[in-house]
């Protein structure tokens, strides 16, 4: 909930100061999610994608591990694409 708003405006500046390909959004020191940052993460993947970017989500853990997986983001997101934009969502421990 605190950086609900906030990830839209970082990954909007990031994608226009910069050319890059690939987004990282680090979530190891995110301990809680609701369905509001659920619902931010899914629509920065489609603003990414839509500017033909790689979002990557890495290193949820916990409770935010399992909001992802029950809510069904985790496996949507985790999809491969068949062009080369979307999500890799994943750990960076293997």
Request: glycine residues 8%; charged residues 20%; positive net charge.
């Amino acid at each position: 909930m605190a950086f609900s708003g906030q990830l839209r405006e970082a990954v909007d500046s990031t994608l226009t100061a910069t050319s890059t390909q690939w987004l990282i959004v680090d979530l190891q020191a995110t301990t809680l999610i609701d369905s509001g940052a659920v619902k931010e993460l899914v629509d920065v993947h489609r603003f990414a994608a839509h500017q033909g970017r790689v979002l990557i989500l890495r290193n949820a853990r916990g409770i935010v591990s399992e909001v992802l997986r029950v809510t069904g983001v985790a496996e949507t997101l985790h999809r491969p694409s068949t062009r080369p934009t979307g999500t890799i969502y994943g750990s960076s421990n293997g």
